[in-house]
């Protein structure tokens, strides 16, 4: 059965710093792309950050550019959402999900609060 | 950018009814389109990817359309597990992008 299982979020001041982890099984981790997509609360979804499957292809919408860097160990079977300088708008679920195109495996979320 | 438009914002139905909703792109995304489920408190499920094709145990009520830049899901018959929050997005290009999702709710 595939398994994706976030953590890492929590409450943090504007300006802060969290690195979010997702935690996969049941299925050969190093072959599929992985995407972050986030969720504000009461609001649509946003795709965050997608990385293939070696690690070395990745990408990042604009508003998160230069702050927020996906990663990835095939080794451990986990991805990863290093997240820094956060602002009160990057307030949200935030979803791991297996695939680059159209996922068809999604974790349970992991809320980040960004609030003074 | 490409922007997904999805109409209309809510859709009032009874179980059994019928449910059309559309989602338009600024620009071609080809077929590169696919449509999600969300239920209150739960992560999005894949429903339709490649514009028509029916993702793992989606039932054969659910069926999509369409290519370029218009786009339509149906849900055949109304069951009321179905009534819930549907969003499409494209995967054309970076980035990806959604709809802001249409409300299916019980009439």
């Known amino acids: 059965e595939v398994q994706l299982v976030e953590s890492g979020g929590g409450l943090v001041q504007p300006g802060g710093s969290l690195r979010l982890s997702c935690a996969a099984s049941?299925?050969?981790?190093?072959?599929?792309?992985m995407s972050w997509v986030r969720q504000a609360p009461g609001k649509g979804l946003e795709w965050v950050a997608n990385i293939n499957p070696h690690g070395y292809e990745k990408n990042c919408v604009d508003s998160v550019k230069g702050r927020f860097t996906i990663s990835r160990d095939n080794a451990k079977n986990s991805l990863y959402l290093q997240m820094n300088t956060l602002r009160v708008e990057d307030t949200a679920v935030y979803y791991c999900?297996?695939?680059?195109?159209?996922?068809?495996?999604w974790g349970q979320g992991t809320l980040v609060t960004v609030s003074s | 950018e490409i922007v997904m438009t999805q109409s209309p914002a809510t859709l009032s139905l009874s179980p059994g009814e019928r449910a059309t909703l559309s989602c338009r792109a600024s620009?071609?995304?080809?077929?590169?389109l696919a449509w999600y489920q969300q239920k209150p408190g739960q992560a999005p499920r894949v429903l339709i990817y490649?514009?028509?094709s029916r993702a793992t145990d989606i039932p054969a009520r659910f069926s999509g359309s369409g290519s370029g830049t218009e786009f339509t899901l149906t849900i055949s018959s109304l069951q009321s597990e179905d009534f819930a929050v549907y969003y499409c997005q494209h995967y054309n290009n970076w980035p990806r992008t959604f709809g802001q999702g249409t409300k299916v709710e019980i009439k």
């Open positions: 490649g514009a028509s």
């Open positions: 999900a297996r695939g680059g195109n159209s996922p068809g495996f």
């Open positions: 049941g299925f050969t981790f190093s072959d599929h792309w």
């Open positions: 620009q071609s995304v080809s077929s590169d």
